[in-house]
T-cell receptor, first 115, second 113 residues
Framework: KQEVTQIPAALSVPEGENLVLNCSFTDSAIYNLQWFRQDPGKGLTSLLLIQSSQREQTSGRLNASLDKSSGRSTLYIAASQPGDSATYLC??????????????FGTGTRLKVLA | EPEVTQTPSHQVTQMGQEVILRCVPISNHLYFYWYRQILGQKVEFLVSFYNNEISEKSEIFDDQFSVERPDGSNFTLKIRSTKLEDSAMYFCASLSGTAYGYTFGSGTRLTVV
C-alpha cells in the first residue's frame, strides 16, 4: 500500500532563505508526482507536476526534483517570501485495480516565512 | 484557464440530514474524484469515477455516501444521514490523463451541527 510522508511537518524561516521540503513514498510505481500549495481554509493550488520519466521541473522560484527509485521528491523554494507561507502538499499518482488513476497525498509541510 | 467549480462554498446542516455537494469538472476531463480534509488532517481519497461508474472507493466511502454524474456536466456527492464527524472540507478534482495532473475545485466546507 502506497504511503506518502512529508518532512518536516512544520518549518519557520526568515525571509530570503532558500529552503527544501521533502516528500517520500513507499512504492516507486508511480505515474507522476504533483506538488500543491494550500492556504488556511482554502483549496489546493497546483504548483508543479513531475512525470515519472522526469528528474525535475521548475517554475519561477520553485524547483521540484524526483528520484523515483529511492522514493523521494524535494521542493526547493529560492529566496523565500512571507507570501510563501502556506501548507505544501505532495501527491503521487498511482494506478487503480480498475486501470484508472488516483493521487495519494502526503501529510503536508506547514511553512511560515517571517518578515 | 479551465476551472473545477464547487457549490456551495460552505454548508451547515443538522445531524441526520442529507446533503448534496455539487461539482462541475472541466468539460473534457475523463476522471472525477472526491476527497475530504478534516480540519488539521491530511487530504483523504473518497472515491474515483470514470466512464459513468465508480472505479474505486475508500473504506471511508460507505453506504452513507453516493456519487452521480447525472447530466454529463455535474458531479455530485450525496451524504445521507450526516454525522458530526462528517464535518470537513470536501474537494472535487478532475483529471484528463496522467500527463496533466489534477485540477481541484476550491472546496465545500461542510459543518454538521
Amino acid at each position: 500500500k502506497q504511503e506518502v510522508t512529508q518532512i518536516p511537518a512544520a518549518l519557520s524561516v526568515p525571509e530570503g532563505e532558500n529552503l527544501v521540503l521533502n516528500c517520500s513514498f513507499t512504492d516507486s510505481a508511480i505515474y507522476n508526482l504533483q506538488w500543491f500549495r494550500q492556504d488556511p481554509g482554502k483549496g489546493l493550488t497546483s504548483l508543479l507536476l513531475i512525470q515519472s520519466s522526469q528528474r525535475e521541473q521548475t517554475s519561477g522560484r520553485l524547483n521540484a526534483s524526483l528520484d523515483k527509485s529511492s522514493g523521494r521528491s524535494t521542493l526547493y523554494i529560492a529566496a523565500s517570501q512571507p507570501g510563501d507561507s502556506a501548507t505544501y502538499l505532495c501527491a503521487v499518482c498511482v494506478t487503480l485495480t480498475s486501470g484508472t488513476y488516483k493521487y495519494i497525498f502526503g501529510t503536508g509541510t506547514r511553512l511560515k516565512v517571517l518578515a | 484557464e479551465p476551472e473545477v467549480t464547487q457549490t456551495p462554498s460552505h454548508q451547515v446542516t443538522q445531524m441526520g440530514q442529507e446533503v448534496i455537494l455539487r461539482c462541475v469538472p472541466i468539460s473534457n476531463h475523463l476522471y472525477f474524484y472526491w476527497y475530504r480534509q478534516i480540519l488539521g488532517q491530511k487530504v483523504e481519497f473518497l472515491v474515483s469515477f470514470y466512464n459513468n461508474e465508480i472505479s474505486e472507493k475508500s473504506e471511508i466511502f460507505d453506504d452513507q455516501f453516493s456519487v452521480e454524474r447525472p447530466d454529463g456536466s455535474n458531479f455530485t456527492l450525496k451524504i445521507r444521514s450526516t454525522k458530526l464527524e462528517d464535518s470537513a472540507m470536501y474537494f472535487c478534482a478532475s483529471l484528463s490523463g496522467t500527463a496533466y495532473g489534477y485540477t481541484f475545485g476550491s472546496g465545500t466546507r461542510l459543518t454538521v451541527v
